[in-house]
């Protein structure tokens, strides 16, 4: 049951910062990005992320520079980028720290160890990728640059979570 026809704590429209209006209205596709072992493997749901085709393949994404992922980036060099789909959103919006996840988001769903980090076993593709370089600041991000080593993508035909003016949905 709804009783507010919008957000209730939304500042209103002047208010808001109109950088990251703009972001919400071009909508991403949701992807999980993970690193290490558990138990000290940590992730971060990202949307801001970009692949560029090249040989090497390379992948760009903003994180949160507080995220325990950029911790855990330091130690290895080595992440998995997993594209998720619609029944991930519990999973995305836990890797978020925006839902609850008793006893850690690696307790949802069943995961795969891969060279790069762990995976979910029902998401819709993974990279393994290696850090190319530093994080430098961009805006108030992080922005990681990474060589795509290692792709699956087992269903040409799945369709990935989307996420656009903070909502999910499917293309």
């Known amino acids: 049951m ?5 957000h209730p704590f939304l500042p209103p429209e ?3 910062d109109p950088v990251r209006r703009l972001r919400g209205r071009l ?36 994180l949160d520079p507080e995220a325990d992922l950029v911790d855990a980036l330091a130690t290895t060099d080595r992440l998995a980028v997993s594209i998720l789909g619609w029944p991930h959103r519990a999973l995305a919006d836990a890797f978020a720290g925006v839902a609850p996840a008793p006893g850690g988001p690696f307790r949802l769903g069943t995961w795969q160890q891969t060279d790069w980090g762990p995976a979910p076993t029902d998401g819709l593709g993974w990279a393994g990728c290696r850090l190319a370089g530093e994080p430098r600041g961009a805006g108030w991000s992080l922005l990681v640059e990474a060589t795509i080593e290692h792709v699956e993508l087992p269903d040409a035909d799945a369709q990935p979570l989307l996420h656009r003016r903070g909502r999910y949905l499917t293309a």
Do not use: K, Q, Y
Not at 2 to 6: C, E, P
Not at 33 to 61: K, N
């Open 27 to 62: 909508g991403s596709a949701v992807t999980l990005w993970t690193a290490g072992h558990p138990p000290e493997a940590a992730g971060l749901t990202v949307s801001s992320m970009l692949v560029a085709a090249g040989d090497p393949g390379r992948l760009f994404g903003l």
């Open 14 to 16: 002047e208010a808001r």
């Open 2 to 6: 709804t009783i507010h026809s919008a």
